[in-house]
């Protein structure tokens, strides 16, 4: 059957809309969403064949729980990755289909590798012309696609690539909470075919049939149809002109009316999933009863059956022979397509039905045939789907006995490509199949378990590599750390507690607790830590000794006992080292260094995070790397401005390497924002937080970036938009008042003084005055004071507990001081001036000015005060200036000028006046962000904010109005 379009240049047209967009270096992302026969694929394809000159790469998601990657693989193994990537090993240990020979490096790479490795590969695909990706049947999608699809989205940039998802309405497998968050992310369009009219039905026919049908055999088929087009199509096709006949035996009717031997092979074939090879479905249809001649059921598989049924086929060629003439039949009807070197239902839904035909006991069967295949000739099918494969047939085959060790084997084969969605799907089945396996007295299964690279905030407690038997504690720490790297975080936990519950004093399961409560803030991780120790055997250091050390020192870091978490952590190194085990080494070293940075022993957690940080480098732990450039960026943040925004532009490009841009990298991002900040280079620090903030960081990661982003906001004087950025980073933040409560606390209080409203600063900050010591963030903690101490507390006591020794600190700590009238402003000035801060070096001068009450000072200061204000764009700070030289009677160089400036009268910030002047060069809000490099949704932020300010209607009346008005210029 030739297919033909009808009814669908709306749809077709949004789609070359998005192409448009794509090919101008704006990537974007189509979800077709729609009831299964509607014609989604369809509209892909005559999509793909009006525009040639595009790449299209095209994968379907498959039927089969455990096998991650799978359209990706198909997608791209046409490609030949090494001529477009220097490190196409990238892809090829996880994805061996793309044509590079595995084995380049020792191990798979990481999953953010395996990320950043994609999106490069499609980057790099797009500078020749513009690339269409398309992931058919979403609905079946595994979750590692998921993720890579999510990542893709959300951090494709200037790059001219189109992303096309297709997914069935109709099915309940269908991620429909992951879809959700689809649809909300910027650039994302969505497309719903809809059934055919009355009309378009008719003209579907006419093609169809060659002739114009008659109204009342259109309005027939149409009924029958529900407008759906396979429908029509295969009504016509099955009862030609007359369109009679029930749907509902539509989609069997054909089969039915096959030779025996050629149903047997549909049969076979409809288990073996979208698509079968040829090989595999000639092994496995000669075993099976009912191919040419009755054979008993209950002697399937075996040698007698198996001669007996091969011995039905014809003679002449010989079983081979005889397979592809029963295939050739059932493509002939249109029931199978070729599909390279194997076979392929016309339609998915044929698949269904003829699958759903069949009675449990022939499914079941027909599993196990496919099983014993498999394992006979593992050549049958591809290397990365045989785990998969044989896990799935043995599940459905009823045979809990083979099926346990078979998703123990799917579980490490995920575990190798980094499918952690995949791995926990396989081990939770496992789990399903462990009694069952056990009353049918199976033999305990094996498990390999291997160690892991962590991932950042995703703490792990991984053994050594060792093959051991298995028992439920174990597969059950195993379930739990695949659910907590899938992002299943409460049922990682319910799993750890179910081990421990079997075996209570576990040191590897009460540490992994431990590791899971003190991510998520909850119980009481120090106790489970130090079980762990005491349940820890006797004996010299083991990599288990290692981890539960490192635990024990962050849980009692985290309660505030500094010297005994160092003292432990020492201890982890050592252990670490005694073992010659680098990768538990960084790990140390690293907790070590982020310990000493919070007690402010800065020397010595600089010596500890360089180690790690080279031992890192040189074993290409990008994760590691990642996590170390964060913590020598705060390391750096109150001694230099200018090696905090060097290690983070380090660790930024790091973590786009390891495929954490949306994630560690936001928080990277953010400091080297409070490096410009503190420079006075606030456009750059607002580009850097756009580019932190416009993919969407998920929970915590987010926080940093936007109450960094609230603080420039206010500091530039626009208040809505520092309230906007402070209750977005409330929500991302949640209750997890630690992990960021003093910035958000610090902007919730400044908020609070910029509206007048003094005792909302106060309540604002005095929840968190307690944890002001050395236990928190040091500079976190000082500038809070700053707010603080400007609205009249006491908070004196609480400066004396906290260390000063440092640059920023020492400033901060005058500062405090001065607000509380216990040290002079003049001391004040050089102390933020040798700490690099200018825009609180600019504060002090005017407090200065204002303290002395002698004009000589005022003029002395003021006018440089002024100066810096302006530069930076700090329009509150420099107004306050202006009243001042006003009341001292000093002139401030080019006030009156600054102060007659068209924009400044009618209030719009620097920002907003550069908007306008866009605006107002016809400018539409796409064009707008692509060149303040935002993203469309701040433009429109910005439009509403400024048609408010000048009291416009319409962007055409804001525009006359700034003409008008001398806003813009000519």
Not at 383 to 392: K, N
Not at 425 to 441: I, S, T
Request: proline share 6%; with cysteine.
């Amino acid at each position: 059957m030739v297919g033909v379009l009808v009814g669908r240049e709306t749809e077709l047209g949004r789609l070359a809309e998005a192409l448009e967009r794509a090919a101008a270096g704006s990537p974007c992302a189509v979800l077709v969403r729609g009831e299964a026969g509607v014609g989604k694929t369809s509209l892909v394809e005559e999509f793909l064949a009006r525009h040639p000159d595009v790449t299209p790469l095209v994968g379907p998601c498959l039927e089969l729980e455990g096998l991650p990657f799978a359209p990706v693989t198909l997608a791209l193994r046409h490609l030949d990755v090494s001529r477009l990537l220097p490190w196409a090993a990238d892809l090829a240990a996880v994805l061996p289909e793309v044509g590079v020979e595995p084995g380049v490096r020792q191990a798979a790479p990481d999953r953010g590798r395996l990320f950043h490795a994609i999106r490069l590969l499609l980057e790099r695909l797009a500078a020749d012309r513009p690339v269409v990706l398309v992931v058919e049947d979403l609905h079946w999608a595994d979750g590692s696609t998921l993720g890579l699809l999510d990542f893709l989205v959300r951090g494709l940039r200037r790059c001219r690539v189109l992303i096309v998802m297709t997914c069935r309405t109709d099915d309940e497998r269908a991620p429909r909470g992951w879809l959700g968050e689809l649809v909300r992310v910027r650039g994302v369009r969505r497309i719903e075919p809809a059934r055919l009219s009355m009309e378009e039905t008719g003209a579907l026919m006419a093609h169809r049939l060659g002739v114009r049908p008659s109204r009342s055999l259109v309005a027939r088929v149409h009924e029958r149809s529900g407008g759906n087009p396979f429908f029509v199509e295969a009504l016509l096709e099955e009862h030609g002109a007359e369109g009679r006949g029930s749907v509902d035996d539509l989609l069997l009717e054909r089969i039915r009316r096959l030779p025996a031997a050629s149903r047997a092979v549909v049969a076979a074939a409809s288990v073996g999933g979208r698509r079968v090879g040829h090989r595999l479905l000639a092994a496995v249809t000669p075993s099976l009863p009912g191919s040419a001649s009755p054979a008993d059921p209950s002697a399937a598989g075996s040698t007698a059956a198996s001669a007996e049924v091969s011995a039905a086929w014809p003679v002449a060629g010989g079983a081979a022979q005889a397979v592809e003439e029963a295939v050739r039949a059932a493509v002939d009807a249109h029931v199978l397509v070729v599909d390279a070197d194997g076979y392929a239902f016309r339609h998915e839904l044929v698949r269904e039905a003829a699958e759903l035909a069949l009675l449990p006991g022939e499914r079941a069967r027909l599993h196990r045939a496919y099983a014993e295949a498999l394992e006979r000739d593992p050549g049958l099918t591809s290397r990365e789907r045989l785990a998969a494969e044989l896990a799935h047939h043995w599940h459905a085959a009823g045979a809990p006995g083979r099926a346990l060790p078979a998703a123990l084997r799917a579980a490490r084969a995920a575990e190798e490509r980094h499918a952690h969605a995949e791995r926990y799907a396989m081990l939770r089945r496992a789990l399903e199949l462990w009694p069952q396996a056990q009353e049918a007295g199976a033999d305990r299964p094996t498990l390999q378990l291997r160690p892991r690279e962590a991932e950042p905030n995703r703490p792990t407690l991984e053994p050594r590599p060792r093959e051991t038997q298995v028992d439920l504690p174990t597969l059950l720490e195993a379930a739990a750390d695949a659910a907590w790297l899938a992002g299943r975080q409460e049922e990682a936990v319910e799993l750890v507690d179910r081990a421990l519950a079997a075996d209570p004093m576990r040191a590897t399961a009460l540490a992994r607790r431990a590791r899971y409560r003190l991510a998520l803030g909850t119980g009481d991780p120090l106790a489970d830590a130090e079980r762990a120790v005491r349940a820890l055997p006797a004996g010299p250091p083991t990599p288990d000794h290692a981890q539960v050390l490192a635990v024990l020192a962050a849980a009692r870091n985290r309660a505030g006992d500094v010297a005994s978490a160092l003292a432990v952590s020492a201890r982890a190194v050592e252990a670490a080292r005694s073992l010659g085990d680098v990768s538990l080494e960084i790990q140390a070293r690293t907790a070590r260094g982020l310990t000493l940075l919070k007690r402010g022993e800065h020397d010595a957690a600089l010596a500890d995070l360089g180690v790690a940080g080279e031992l890192a480098r040189g074993r290409g732990d990008l994760h590691a790397l990642t996590r170390i450039h964060l913590a020598l960026a705060a390391l750096h943040w109150p001694m230099s401005r200018e090696e905090t925004e060097a290690q983070a532009v380090r660790g930024m490009r790091v973590a786009a390497e390891a495929g954490l841009a949306h994630t560690m990298g936001a928080h990277l991002a953010a400091f080297a924002a409070l490096a410009l900040l503190a420079s006075g280079r606030w456009r750059e620090a607002e580009r850097r937080l756009e580019e932190a903030l416009e993919p969407d960081p998920p929970g915590l990661y987010g926080v940093l970036p936007l109450v960094v982003s609230g603080e420039l906001a206010l500091l530039r004087g626009d208040l809505v938009r520092a309230g906007e950025r402070l209750a977005e980073a409330r929500t991302a933040l949640g209750a997890r008042v630690e992990e960021g409560g003093l910035p958000m606390a610090r902007l919730a209080a400044e908020l609070a003084l910029a509206y007048g409203d003094v005792e909302g600063a106060r309540a604002a900050c005095r929840p968190l005055l307690n944890l002001l010591d050395a236990r928190g963030d040091t500079t976190a903690a000082w500038l809070l004071l700053m707010t603080a101490a400007r609205t009249g507390d006491g908070i004196v006591e609480v400066a004396d507990g906290l260390p000063d020794g440092l640059p920023l600190w020492r400033a901060a700590s005058a500062h405090v001081r001065a607000e509380g009238g216990e040290a002079a402003w003049g001391e004040v000035v050089p102390l933020w001036e040798a700490a690099g801060h200018d825009y609180f070096a600019a504060v002090a001068r005017t407090r200065t000015a204002q303290a002395s009450g002698s004009r000589a000072v005022a003029r002395e200061l003021l006018p440089v005060a002024w100066r810096e204000a302006r530069r930076m764009g700090a329009a509150p700070l420099q107004e306050e200036i202006e009243a001042t030289a006003r009341r001292a009677g000093v002139p401030v160089a080019g006030e009156a000028a600054e102060r007659g400036r068209p924009e400044r009268k009618a209030g719009l910030t620097p920002r907003e006046s550069e908007v306008l002047g866009l605006v107002a060069a016809g400018r539409t809000n796409r064009q707008i962000a692509r060149e303040l490099f935002v993203s469309e949704k701040t433009v429109a932020v910005h439009v509403s904010r400024i048609l408010a300010k000048l009291g416009a209607a319409t962007r055409g009346e804001a525009a006359a109005l700034a003409h008008r008005l001398g806003l813009v210029g000519d």
